[in-house]
């Protein structure tokens, strides 16, 4: 494995709450990503960064944002969790060319 | 971005070679081909990638075409452990997302 770690695995939350999901990488990649992916679809970008500080919005961003205050941690906070934000979430690392991913995080918000 | 198109499953035997065939008409001359997999209950996992010359590594072969509208990737003994969605992506090789589609369901009999 890629030195990538996600937390928590699994998580049960109620709707209005606020979550955070951390990613955690040893091998220093400039490049870190979340995606989620539901039942029957591939796997859709939320948010990625290219640097410390540095993030951008990917396809399905509303809802959710992001902090990287460190090159080894990628913080993914939903403010509000909904019923809609139910969903396996995956970190990924990577270079320019290959993304590494991480585990994934089953989050069942009610 | 330019789409993909691949078949949604395919069946293999085992120990026999499996053919995942991708169209990608509208391909621009930037784009890489990437192929990933993601087994059961994981994240997605980086498989092989080439321009326009084939590609072979430990886990399997690409063969683009010379036009670069299709490609195969080509596994050449199938194990039980290579059941997996497989997901045909192009990608510019600038860090960006992945864009993931439906990908190909590949079964494989014993």
């Known amino acids: 494995d890629a030195g990538i770690t996600q937390s928590p695995r699994h998580k049960v939350t109620e709707t209005g709450t606020p979550v955070t999901l951390r990613c955690h990488q040893t091998?220093?990649?400039?490049?870190m990503y979340w995606y989620r992916q539901d039942p029957g679809h591939g796997l859709r970008l939320i948010h990625y960064?290219?640097?410390?500080?540095?993030?951008d919005k990917g396809e399905v961003s509303d809802g959710y944002s992001v902090s990287r205050s460190k090159t080894e941690d990628f913080l993914l906070t939903l403010e509000s969790a909904t019923s809609s934000q139910t969903s396996v979430y995956f970190c990924?690392?990577?270079?320019?060319?290959?993304?590494?991913f991480g585990p994934g995080t089953r989050l069942l918000v009610l | 971005d330019a789409k993909t198109t691949q078949p949604n499953s395919m069946e293999s035997n085992e120990e026999e070679p499996v053919h995942l065939p991708c169209n990608h008409s509208t391909i621009s001359g930037t784009d890489y081909i990437h192929w990933y997999r993601q087994l059961p209950s994981q994240g997605p996992e980086y498989v092989i990638h080439g321009l326009t010359s084939n590609v072979n590594n430990r886990m399997a072969s690409l063969a683009i075409a010379e036009d670069r509208k299709s490609s195969t990737l080509i596994l050449h003994r199938a194990t039980l452990r290579d059941a997996a969605v497989y997901y045909c992506i192009l990608n510019n090789n600038a860090g960006n997302m992945l864009t993931f589609g439906g990908g190909t369901r590949l079964m494989v009999k014993p």
């Open positions: 960064s290219y640097g410390v500080k540095d993030t």
């Open positions: 990924a690392i990577g270079d320019q060319e290959t993304q590494y």
């Open positions: 091998e220093n990649h400039r490049y």
